[in-house]
Structures are given as structure tokens and as C-alpha cells.
């Protein structure tokens, strides 16, 4: 079993920058950032694979910057140049063993391990 605890998000002006923290109490094989905006599906946003693999949805590309402390199994979001767009509860998940960062963007709530939620909410 692995906890993950989400801090960091809040409030911004379009434009802005938050910083997202995922602490998880061990550590894991692939990591990522998943949102959930109010009536939509959730979608994967980035994923950080243990060999230090990246992928991104297109959406963030070029905004959003995810990055890993092995040493304190800590997982961070910087996101830059935000929009309206990006608001939602942001949510950060794990996997033990291999997946491919394709599948893990993919990532059924049923599986895998998840936070509890911490939301961004960018005004314009």
C-alpha cells in the first residue's frame, strides 16, 4: 500500500504559477499528475517514470514541468502560464512495476494508488 498526500494548489491569476508537492510514504515505480475539472473526465496531465521518462498531455506541453525527489519520494508539478482552463482538483497517482507512460496517462481510478485531491482554481 502507498499513501500519496497532494499540497500546493490554490488560487491564481491567468498567467500565474503554482507549484504542486506529492509526498508518498515509499517509493514507487512511475508517478504523475492526473485533473478532474466539474462534469468532465479525469485526464492525465504528466508522468515520471522511474528511469526518469517524461510524457505530458499536449494541453501542458510547454507550461507544466514535472519532477521527482527519489530521496524524499516527493513528485512536484510546476505550472507556469496558467489559464482558466486549467482549473480543476488535481490529483496524483502511482503504480508499482512497469507501465508504459501511454497506459499511465490512461490510468483507470481503480488501479494504481491515489491522493486525495488538492485544487487549482485559475481565474481570468
Known amino acids: 500500500q502507498v499513501e500519496l498526500a497532494e499540497s500546493g494548489g490554490g488560487s491564481v491569476q491567468a498567467g500565474g504559477s503554482l507549484r504542486l508537492s506529492c509526498q508518498a510514504s515509499?517509493?514507487?515505480?512511475?508517478m504523475g499528475w492526473f485533473r478532474q475539472a466539474p462534469g468532465q473526465e479525469r485526464e492525465g496531465v504528466a508522468v515520471?517514470?522511474?528511469?526518469?521518462?517524461?510524457r505530458y498531455a499536449d494541453s501542458v506541453k510547454g507550461r507544466f514541468t514535472i519532477s521527482k525527489d527519489n530521496a524524499k519520494n516527493t513528485l512536484y508539478l510546476q505550472m507556469d502560464s496558467l489559464k482558466p482552463d486549467d482549473t480543476a482538483m488535481y490529483y496524483c497517482?502511482?503504480?508499482?512495476?512497469?507501465?508504459?507512460?501511454?497506459?499511465?496517462?490512461?490510468?483507470?481510478?481503480?488501479?494504481?494508488?491515489w491522493g486525495q485531491g488538492t485544487q487549482v482554481t485559475v481565474s481570468s
Open positions: 515520471i517514470g522511474s528511469s526518469g521518462s517524461i
Open positions: 497517482a502511482a503504480v508499482d512495476g512497469v507501465m508504459s507512460s501511454w497506459a499511465f496517462l490512461r490510468l483507470s481510478p481503480d488501479r494504481g494508488y
Open positions: 515509499r517509493n514507487v515505480h512511475d
